[in-house]
Structure formats: structure tokens, C-alpha cells
Nanobody, 119 residues
Framework: QVQLVESGGGLVQPGGSLRLSCAASQSIGTITAMSWYRQTPGKKRELVATITSGGSTNYADSLKGRFTISTDSTKNTVYLQMNSLKSEDTAVYYC?????????????WGQGTQVTVFS
């Protein structure tokens, strides 16, 4: 069974840092890209950052310089390092993995982790 397990959310004051993790089960197949999205109530889920299997990264313009996406050596775990956090970064953060398995590409989603930036 394919699983994505997220961790690392929580409460932090403005200017603080958090690191989110998302571990994909080995059964997920061949990963082609891993991403982080975020969503606040009443708004569409928005892309935060993506990293491809080749190591290329892409960020939402408004987050460049503060957030960093990376993977571990196995490339089955993706991280999101968030620095200089602002109240507007408060959201539920979701991990997304695109993988090739059983002759097709599929998108898989984590359960979401709450990040709250408060003063």
C-alpha cells in the first residue's frame, strides 16, 4: 500500500523556522517529482515548491529565498525548510509525489500538516 507520511508542522513565532518531512513508502514506484502545496480555508491549494528526480527545483515566486525543498539520499523523503516565517505562511501543508507505477503515472498526497505562525 502506497503511503506518504508527513511530519514537522507546528506552532512558531514570526521569524522562526520549521522543517517539514514527507516519507514515501517503497511501494510507491519510481518517483519523478516531489512537491509541497499549502492551503488555507476557503482558498485553492497552491504550489509551494517542487523537486524533480533529477534535482531541479521550482518555487512559488513569493517564497523564493525563504523556503528550501530537498530530498534525502534515497530520494524517497522530501523536506521543506521554512525560514523567516510570516503569519501569512499559516496553512495546512501537503506533500505530493508523482510516481510511475504499474505502467502509469499517479499523484499521491500526504495527510497534511498544520503550520501556524503566530505572535
Amino acid at each position: 500500500q502506497v503511503q506518504l507520511v508527513e511530519s514537522g508542522g507546528g506552532l512558531v513565532q514570526p521569524g522562526g523556522s520549521l522543517r517539514l518531512s514527507c516519507a514515501a513508502s517503497q511501494s510507491i514506484g519510481t518517483i519523478t517529482a516531489m512537491s509541497w502545496y499549502r492551503q488555507t480555508p476557503g482558498k485553492k491549494r497552491e504550489l509551494v515548491a517542487t523537486i524533480t528526480s533529477g534535482g531541479s527545483t521550482n518555487y512559488a515566486d513569493s517564497l523564493k529565498g525563504r523556503f528550501t525543498i530537498s530530498t534525502d539520499s534515497t530520494k524517497n523523503t522530501v523536506y521543506l525548510q521554512m525560514n523567516s516565517l510570516k503569519s501569512e505562511d499559516t496553512a495546512v501543508y501537503y506533500c505530493n509525489v508523482r510516481a510511475f507505477r504499474v505502467l502509469r503515472f499517479d499523484d499521491y498526497w500526504g495527510q497534511g500538516t498544520q503550520v501556524t505562525v503566530f505572535s
